[in-house]
């Protein structure tokens, strides 16, 4: 089994900008400490950045302070950053090839927001047939409202969860993860 790290659109947007995240809340924190192990295990890690290209977007704009990467993040090890365009990190990318240029088979995934681009990217790559590892403690998301209706960023996060351990995804804690990693 090889793996990799893919951490998904940890940019100032969530944090700074117009969608702060709201749970879980020790997303960030989990997603530093999955991305140390990673790096003392020689897992690979990709950073996947979101840009939106509408000419009106008021978030990701390529550029501005909340299009970048959280700082914290940046000053960690990491091996290269994919830019996408669309919730799934591997439509219009090359991450698929990159990860077979390196043998993965197993991709592990932390980042924002859950119920979109993470739980995207986690439904490609089991279609991909790679084996996906969800991590439910390093992932984070917010509040939404609109005409389908309401739902806290609580809720979603454990309907998404439970929906990604049916099929798609192993979920584990970042510990559960850890532990898996190391002993393996």
Request: aromatic share 8%; net charge negative; with cysteine.
């Amino acid at each position: 089994m090889k793996r990799a790290l893919l951490v998904i659109d940890v940019q100032n947007e969530y944090f700074t900008g117009r969608m702060p995240i709201k749970y879980s809340y020790e997303s960030l924190e989990n997603i530093l400490k999955s991305m140390d192990e990673a790096s003392n295990h020689g897992i690979p890690i990709i950073l996947i950045q979101h840009t939106a290209l509408q000419k009106d977007s008021k978030t990701f704009v390529k550029g501005s302070n909340e299009w970048e990467i959280h700082d914290e993040i940046k000053e960690r090890k990491y091996n290269l950053i994919v830019e996408k365009n669309l919730p799934g990190s591997f439509t219009g990318t090359n991450l698929e090839d990159l990860l077979r240029k390196m043998n993965v088979d197993t991709i592990a995934i932390c980042g924002y927001m859950t119920q979109m681009c993470c739980d995207t990217t986690a439904r490609q790559a089991f279609h991909l047939n790679f084996s996906v590892e969800f991590l439910s403690d390093a992932t984070g998301t917010l509040d939404i409202s609109n005409s389908a209706g309401t739902i806290s960023a609580e809720e979603l996060q454990k309907a998404i969860l439970i929906t990604q351990d049916m099929k798609f995804s192993k979920v584990l804690t970042t510990d559960n993860w850890i532990n898996l990693i190391e002993n393996h």
